[in-house]
Nanobody, 126 residues
Framework: QVQVVESGGGSVQAGGSLRLSCVVSGLTSRYLFMGWFRQAPDKEREGVATISTVGGTTNYADSVKGRFTISFDNAKNALSLEMDSLQPEDTAAYYC???????????????????WGQGTQVTVSS
């Protein structure tokens, strides 16, 4: 059984930082691409940052470039998202997603991902 479990999140003032973590278990594929997505109320779920776990190539939405950093720890099978200079528009539920496969550049389109976590809330106040 595949499990995707997020942790982290919370509330922070504008300009602050938060770190999200995600652990995936139950996937036997050697190749994975993973990502962080977010969904604000009444908005579509959007890709924030993705990574190919083999090779480590990253992909970021324009809105978070230079502020967010995605990384993957192969030893722990853990995905992280370091979020700096947070702004109120970053407020959303954040989801971790995983997909078996090999991609030179993991897509930001949510339709490419099968396995999802339950989400963790990030709230940024002004």
């Amino acid at each position: 059984q595949v499990q995707v479990v997020e942790s982290g999140g919370g509330s922070v003032q504008a300009g602050g930082s938060l770190r999200l973590s995600c652990v995936v278990s139950g996937l036997t594929s050697r190749y994975l691409f993973m990502g962080w997505f977010r969904q604000a109320p009444d908005k579509e779920r959007e890709g924030v940052a993705t990574i190919s776990t083999v090779g480590g190539t990253t992909n970021y939405a324009d809105s978070v470039k230079g502020r967010f950093t995605i990384s993957f720890d192969n030893a722990k099978n853990a995905l992280s998202l370091e979020m700096d200079s947070l702004q109120p528009e970053d407020t959303a539920a954040y989801y971790c997603a995983a997909q078996p496969g090999l991609r030179s550049r993991a897509p930001l389109d949510k339709r490419h991902y099968t396995y999802w976590g339950q989400g963790t809330q990030v709230t940024v106040s002004s």
